[in-house]
């Protein structure tokens, strides 16, 4: 009897500490959700050291695929388990998308490696300095409710984009086809490879189980297209698209040859942080450093914002629980990014899929940042989940996140076009920043225009004079080269 006490007074504070009642939630839906969002987002173990280790830094070196890919699993799942336990917000946290290109074919040409990862390592650090003095957290709240939640549905039309390229589903149509389309369906505007049909397949299975409202849906739906997958590159030996253009996106659906392999952390502490200000002037470095600030910190925001709306975690103000505890944590991993050589580390908006399948708390990012942990081990096994399984959460989820809109105000021009730009923008640039960006200086500009002047928080005037000089600093760059 005693025992029994005992272990219901632990799981009670475990409970009370991580809110699982309070919000809703229960262990079962936190532990799928945490699956959830890592099948969602392993691809970064193997895509992040794919574009870190095809560039080469200014002394025409480059890096060890297995060191990059060790990096990557190890500082995600440190950082995401970090975020449950400090933030308890189901949102986790791996080596950026965009910020992890901008290192690899800007930043490292002009200096080493180590200068490049110092740089980010300095935009952790700055980002920390804006979080502790409260500013990270004042821009936040002085940005209109309403466009947060376009924040939110222009990320739910990105994952959704993001899904359908990955899965093979959407191609760009090459410059020299002759045509004004940007982009086509599947190859020649014709699905008629075996994976594209795996994803159809999976989707419609998927959409099935969560009109159903199946428990668990999205991660039976990425499991069951798994295991199609497996069977169809089994039997009809389709390969990569590396070299077959009808071939899988990035991973290969196959038993791995072997299950446990052991980490390369060679590269743990491999950065410099003042050499790159002499080697490729303090102008350039200012530069890089601001780029960087600037598509974490707004990227960051929507992030969030996104993920607490699809959740309902938001407050009456459009802020989610524990603000300055996620934004301090996605800051350290930045840092940890650059001390680990694998580039910023960021909030992932797919841990949208976690939530979709129940995740509330941050008990769902220690399920995940386990898994991340385990992959540095495991990454045979982190590779047999292809794009086209995983892409099929990010479309539902997207949709979940797109039906938000219903709270814009579409009378209100002053909002609604600000709103509408911010929510196309973003998959049609491929950027979360690029959407914020458009619309708060939509916002600033709309309502100066109308003498509303006095509904614009003093701030966003500074912020959009800051992306003012983010959408303009490809000239600067020029100019300052």
Not at 470 to 476: K, V
């Amino acid at each position: 009897m005693p025992t029994t006490a005992t272990n219901a007074g632990v799981r009670s504070a475990f409970d009370r500490y991580f809110e699982i009642s309070a919000r809703g939630s229960h262990l079962a839906r936190e532990v799928r959700g945490g699956f959830a969002t890592f099948f969602t987002m392993a691809y970064i173990v193997v895509l992040n050291p794919l574009i870190l280790g095809s560039a080469v830094d200014g002394d025409n070196k480059k890096l060890p695929i297995a060191a990059l890919a060790a990096g990557t699993a190890l500082v995600a799942g440190v950082l995401t388990i970090l975020m449950g336990v400090l933030a308890r917000f189901p949102l986790a946290l791996a080596a950026g998308l965009g910020l992890n290109a901008l290192v690899a074919y800007e930043i490292a040409p002009d200096m080493t490696w180590a200068d490049a990862m110092g740089l980010v390592v300095i935009e952790g650090i700055l980002m920390g300095i804006l979080v502790l003095t409260g500013l990270r957290t004042l821009v936040f709240r002085a940005v209109p409710t309403q466009l947060k939640t376009a924040i939110g549905v222009g990320i739910g039309l990105f994952l959704m984009i993001i899904g359908l390229v990955d899965a093979g589903f959407v191609h760009r149509v090459p410059d020299a086809a002759g045509t004004t389309v940007p982009v086509e369906l599947g190859l020649g505007g014709t699905l008629l490879t075996w994976p594209s049909m795996v994803f159809v397949i999976g989707l419609l299975f998927s959409l099935v189980l969560f009109a159903r409202k199946v428990k668990g849906a999205i991660l039976i739906g990425i499991l069951g297209t798994t295991v199609l997958a497996i069977i169809v590159e089994a039997i009809a030996k389709v390969g990569s698209s590396a070299t077959n253009p009808h071939g899988w996106s990035l991973n290969v659906p196959k038993l791995p040859e072997k299950v446990v392999s052991t980490p390369d952390l060679s590269l743990i502490g491999h950065f410099d942080l003042f050499n790159s200000w002499s080697r490729a002037g303090w102008l350039v470095c200012a530069m890089f450093v601001f780029t960087l600030v600037i598509t974490d910190f707004f990227d960051t925001m929507g992030t969030m914002v996104a993920i607490g709306q699809e959740g309902d975690l938001l407050d009456e103000n459009g802020m989610p629980p524990r603000t300055r505890e996620i934004l301090l944590v996605d800051s350290i991993a930045a840092a940890a990014g650059g001390a680990a050589s694998v580039s910023s580390n960021t909030s992932f908006i797919e841990s949208a899929a976690g939530v979709g399948e129940g995740a509330r708390t941050g008990v769902a990012n220690l399920v995940t940042g386990g898994l991340f942990l385990l992959a540095m081990f495991l990454s045979p096994l982190v590779q047999v989940v292809p794009f086209e399984a995983a892409s099929t959460a990010l479309v539902v989820v997207g949709f979940l996140m797109m039906t938000a809109v219903r709270n814009i105000d579409w009378s209100d021009y002053s909002i609604a076009v600000p709103a509408f730009l911010a929510i196309t923008i973003m998959p049609f640039t491929y950027s979360i920043s690029n959407g914020i960006g458009a619309g708060i200086i939509t916002y600033v500009v709309l309502k100066l225009a109308t003498g509303r002047a006095r509904e614009i928080h003093p701030i966003l005037y500074g912020v959009a004079a800051l992306f003012v000089l983010y959408f303009c600093r490809g000239p600067l760059e020029t100019w300052m080269h």
